[in-house]
């Protein structure tokens, strides 16, 4: 299996161990990873004002060049993974976005939505399957207590995300499962940590995360995996909880070992 | 601001946004299943009722409108695929697309940074704090 793969700015930088493990994990999965070239930053959040077309490029950008290689592009980041299916959707459905974006950017022939993003996640589930990364398992997380958080950006809006049932998801405890961990399901995993209003609200931030955390304790959970960086940073910053990335966690079961300072 | 002006921010609001109020049948669901209602003057049910209204002045002025998460919670269980959430966005986008009115400028990053800070949170506070 071949992927083009959008790594974003947070994981060639503070979200390092996120895109490591991935590439890492997929190595041993039998998963190519190609990088694309010269992709841009996503913008970290989806421009949801109608007429902001420009803030929208880099996304096409990288969705018509994995268009051009016939291949599906694979996104690790909760936030890229957000942004480029949003703005694939609007490539798809929203005429005045497909003429703006496709005239500026003179693209030949027109980029019309064609290509498939799917997260990293999805390609575990739908790709590779549950039973071969059971396979890959030589430490498997016996007796742990794992709880996922999805958050908000990988599950909505679900009309556009496809990405999972949005109140009930799934597919990252069958991944704890697979590797020999003890899902934990808390009523809070697809609830919102803050987000972006971290950066200047920071008391309304602290109660969505206290909120999120005391559930996973009063369910048993003694760990929360996330996808997403903004999460992580959230959940470190104001709750007394480990967490970490499903990719490291991965690796930790199928005994790949990566450093500190990797 | 006079009761025409207001009404021609409210009419681009509603074009920025693709929202169209008269959908909407006020169950609450928006504002019920919405993370920050606590900390709002005007909650997401409020800024489609009262945009339709032609009343978007005291939206644009409340600190509401930097209470929402755009978490998508209100556009997932509406019933009716009113989309709260873009009408927020939209009156948020109209008060601060004006010269000098940016929320956050590049001068005060360093008031946000620590050493873990990553690279998402300047990005997507950069889009939404100022345009």
Known sequence: MEYDYYPGCTLKNKASHLDICARKAAEKLGAAMTEIPEWQCCGGVYPMAGNETAQKLPAVRALNEAKSRGRDLLCVCSACYHVLKSVNYDMANNATVITKANTYLENDPWYKGETRVLHYLEMLRDDIGFEKVKKCVEKPLTGKKIASYYGCLLLRPSKIMKFDNPENPSVMESLIKALGGEPVIDPFRNECCGGYVSAEDTELTEKKVRDIVESVKAHGGEMIVTACPLCMYNLKKYGDLPVKYFTELICEAFGIEVLEDD | ?131
Do not use: W
């Open chain 2, 1 to 131: 601001m006079t009761e025409n002006e207001e009404k021609k921010l409210c009419a681009e609001a509603l074009i920025i946004s693709g929202v169209k109020p008269e959908k909407c049948m006020k169950c609450g669901k928006c504002s019920g299943a919405c993370p920050s209602y606590d900390e709002m003057e005007y909650h997401p049910h409020q800024f489609v009722d009262m945009v339709s209204k032609g009343q978007i002045k005291k939206l644009m002025e409340s600190a509401s409108i930097y209470k929402c998460l755009s978490c998508f919670v209100c556009v997932e269980r509406c019933p009716r695929n009113v989309m709260p959430a873009n009408i927020i966005e939209a009156v948020r986008a109209l008060q601060e697309r004006p010269q000098g009115t940016d929320r956050l400028t590049p001068d005060e990053v360093k008031n946000i940074l620590d050493d873990d800070t990553p690279q998402q949170l300047l990005m997507a506070a950069f889009r939404k704090y100022s345009r």
